[in-house]
């Protein structure tokens, strides 16, 4: 199973500078993933529709879908005048279940974690989770041991599990309480040491995206080229192959 997770920041470049959600269908097209993991995916925005004459009528993930993943989902988390955004999940193998499971703590941010169940021809299911968490570690906190009692309370005790997404983890806290809770290994850091770099696309520093994983016999990152993605939004994207 390949797999590629991306912050599309709803379609824009940094600071909302220009609208590249067209470009950015293709280069997702490009690398051939089973599942793709979206966070801050814009489900309507009157302003922008009005603004942009490229904007897409309908949702951005049914636009990124198009063809090629026939099953999607889409789990909405904030709610404003003109719109509203989320996270989505995107499959070529059949969704037999959604659940997007709030996980906000206080303020003005909403923050989901969007469960999906795939069902994998000759292997079955295998839960995917898309993950977007707070901008504060104390909240992150508190999201990632929810996460851990989604994954240990909603899961069976051997099920195949996939958790990708936007962790704000720029402390490097998730690793040793995502093992601990919920027995979740990152793809990256197994490989090479560390997370990978991520934010800003143009010149990565922080550590915020991560795929993590339950219960896989096998899996490695995939090296992503630096352009285009590098001009397409604020996070760079990561991809990888998980064998079960």
Avoid at 11 to 39: C, I, P, S, W
Avoid at 72 to 81: E, I, L, Q, W
Wanted: proline share 5%.
């Amino acid at each position: 199973m390949k797999v590629l997770t991306v912050n599309i920041h709803k379609g824009f470049t940094a600071l909302n500078r220009k609208f590249m959600l067209h470009e950015l269908r293709e280069a997702v097209r490009a690398v051939g993933a089973d599942v793709v993991f979206l966070q801050e995916v814009a489900g309507s925005h009157r302003l922008h529709a009005q603004r942009y004459d490229n904007y897409p009528l309908g949702p951005h993930h049914e636009f990124l879908a198009d063809s090629l993943w026939p099953q999607h989902a889409y789990g909405r988390n904030s709610v404003y005048a003109d719109g509203h955004h989320g996270n989505a999940v995107l499959s070529k193998f059949a969704i037999s279940h959604v659940e997007n499971r709030d996980v906000s703590i206080a303020g003005p941010e909403r923050r989901g974690l969007l469960h999906c169940v795939l069902q994998v021809p000759d292997l079955g299911p295998v839960h995917a989770v898309c993950v977007h968490l707070s901008l504060l570690e104390a909240h992150r906190r508190l999201q990632m041991q929810m996460l851990c009692e989604l994954v240990q309370r909603d899961m069976p005790a051997q099920a195949r599990v996939v958790v990708a997404g936007d962790f704000n983890d720029w402390r490097r806290r998730a690793h040793q309480q995502l093992e601990l809770g919920a027995n979740l290994h990152e793809i990256f850091v197994k490989a090479h040491g560390r997370a990978a770099r991520t934010f800003p696309a143009r010149m990565p520093v922080l550590r915020l995206d991560r795929i993590y994983v339950a219960n896989a016999r096998h899996h490695q990152p995939l090296a992503l080229p630096r352009k285009p993605w590098s001009h397409l939004s604020d996070h760079a994207p990561l991809a990888a192959e998980i064998s079960w």
